[in-house]
């Protein structure tokens, strides 16, 4: 069965210091993998997604994530944090296909960012 | 354009009462999808609906839980006989083909 696991619950960060969040998986063969943020009371924003293809992803709010097949890594970054940066991080995985991605999600990093 | 929409956004209830959650997803979406979240469990998938196939209910924690896809757009989760235990946040997804975007959730208190 497929899991992924974000080993950092809390992390943080002063503003203007890069980021990297780390995310794991588990699965019988190179998944589509997501990177979700959730600010307080709101739900799941999109930040970026890897199906194929060059293995540096860009996403929105200037992060970014690689994935590392021989480590099962999709890890996020971002080079210098704004307070509003401040939030959840949802790392998941879906079936290789282009719809009906039944997601697993990690565990979640909750980001706080100091002034 | 106009993201999924979730209502209500808060939703208390008592032990043993059913419950209706709405979910519109962005306009020509096929694929819809119910997680819930919930302090102890995480994100966890319910039910996922493509088009006109059999929804996929792997993810429904007991048979108290049902829901439904009017038209090919809209859904409704209902929960019935409501146990504190269904407290969380139920979240609302759609896509077409890359990525699943969000609603913003329907907070359900069971007290």
């Known amino acids: 069965a497929q899991s992924v696991t974000q080993p950092d619950i809390h992390i943080t960060v002063s503003e203007g210091a890069s980021l990297e969040l780390r995310c794991n998986y588990s699965?019988?063969?190179?998944?589509?993998l997501f990177w979700y943020v959730q600010s307080p009371g709101q739900g799941l924003q999109l930040l970026l997604k890897y199906f194929s293809g060059d293995t540096l992803v860009q996403g929105i709010k200037g992060f970014e994530a690689e994935f590392k097949r021989s480590q099962s890594s999709f890890n996020l970054r971002k080079p210098s944090v704004h307070w509003s940066d401040a939030a959840e991080y949802f790392c998941a995985v879906g079936p290789p296909r282009a719809a009906g991605n039944k997601l697993t999600f990690g565990g979640g990093t909750r980001v706080l960012v100091k002034p | 354009g106009a993201g999924v929409s979730q209502s209500p956004s808060n939703k208390v209830t008592e032990k043993g009462k059913d419950v209706e959650l709405r979910c519109d997803p962005i306009?020509?979406?096929?694929?819809l999808y119910w997680y819930r979240q919930s302090l102890g469990q995480g994100l966890e998938f319910l039910i996922y609906f493509q088009g006109n196939s059999a929804p996929d209910k792997s993810g429904l924690p007991s048979d108290r839980f049902s829901a439904e896809r009017t038209g090919g757009s809209v859904s409704t989760l209902t929960i019935q006989r409501t146990q504190q235990e269904d407290s969380a946040v139920y979240l609302c997804a759609s896509s077409l083909a890359e990525g699943q975007y969000f609603g913003p959730g329907t907070r359900l208190t069971v007290l």
């Open positions: 306009s020509g979406h096929t694929a």
């Open positions: 699965y019988g063969a190179t998944p589509y």
